[in-house]
């Protein structure tokens, strides 16, 4: 039934509503996983930054897998460039996950795009290491 209606009308709103179904009834990672995916795979949503976003929070999140959630990021930033808050998420959620060189390189493809940042990068990470 689902499958059927998501081909006659597709809308990322029901994907959404299936995916937040899941994760609320602590359903299969696998079919989780695979709603993503199916989600994602479909032209018109490939492109939606709030399915990537939900993606990438619930690796680090619920299944606590930083090494796929760092796959889904760059994944997600190559079919979502223009979107600041989803590179903003990955360093936000992926900076223990990144390298220093990597984050480097996002802030510099970053300003490529005009994705300005109001704070130097670097502060943020001294910051971060005073903390911790």
Not at 3 to 21: N, Q, R
Not at 28 to 47: Q, V, Y
Not at 79 to 99: H, V
């Amino acid at each position: 039934m689902f499958d059927e209606h998501c081909h006659k009308k597709p809308s990322v709103v029901v994907w959404l509503f299936a995916l937040i179904f899941e994760i609320s009834r602590s359903g299969s990672p696998h079919r989780i996983h695979g709603l993503f995916e199916r989600a994602l795979a479909i032209d018109k949503f490939h492109n939606s930054v709030i399915l990537w976003r939900l993606y990438v929070a619930y690796e680090i999140n619920v299944v606590h897998n930083p090494s796929a959630a760092r796959r889904i990021f760059f994944r997600a930033i190559h079919a979502c460039p223009w979107s600041k808050k989803l590179w903003l998420d990955g360093f936000l959620k992926l900076n223990s996950i990144l390298t220093a060189k990597e984050l480097s390189d996002l802030q510099e493809v970053m300003r490529e795009k005009e994705l300005n940042l109001r704070t130097d990068i670097y502060e943020i990470l001294l910051q971060d290491e005073i903390l911790s």
